[in-house]
Nanobody
Framework: QVQLVESGGGSVQAGGSLRLSCAAS????????MGWFRQAPGEEREGLATLTSLGATASADSVKGRFTISKDNTKNTLYLQMNSLKPEDTAMYYC?????????????????WGQGTQVTVSS
């Protein structure tokens, strides 16, 4: 049974930082491809960052230079370091795994999702 559990969300003022974690179990995490997504109310789910099994990363233009995806294989945990947060970053944040195509930006291609963690940025 694959489980992804996000944590680390919360409320922060603009300019602040948060680090999200995604603990994976029951999944060949070390060899798998994963990603971070977010969804604001009334908006479509948006891809933020992806990480391949070889450790290659990619970030969306909207967060490039501010958000960094990484993983700790010893802890089977995926991270999203978020700096210089803006009010428009307010959303529910999700980690996802096991896509049809590694590095995919399409939410529908991911088979496994966590329950999400809320991030709220105030001005």
């Amino acid at each position: 049974q694959v489980q992804l559990v996000e944590s680390g969300g919360g409320s922060v003022q603009a300019g602040g930082s948060l680090r999200l974690s995604c603990a994976a179990s029951g999944y060949s995490y070390t060899f798998g491809c994963m990603g971070w997504f977010r969804q604001a109310p009334g908006e479509e789910r948006e891809g933020l960052a992806t990480l391949t099994s070889l450790g290659a990363t990619a970030s969306a233009d909207s967060v490039k230079g501010r958000f960094t995806i990484s993983k700790d294989n010893t802890k089977n945990t995926l991270y999203l370091q978020m700096n210089s947060l803006k009010p428009e970053d307010t959303a529910m944040y999700y980690c996802a795994a096991d896509p049809d195509i590694c590095g995919s930006w399409t939410p529908a291609s991911y088979r496994r999702w966590g329950q999400g963690t809320q991030v709220t940025v105030s001005s």
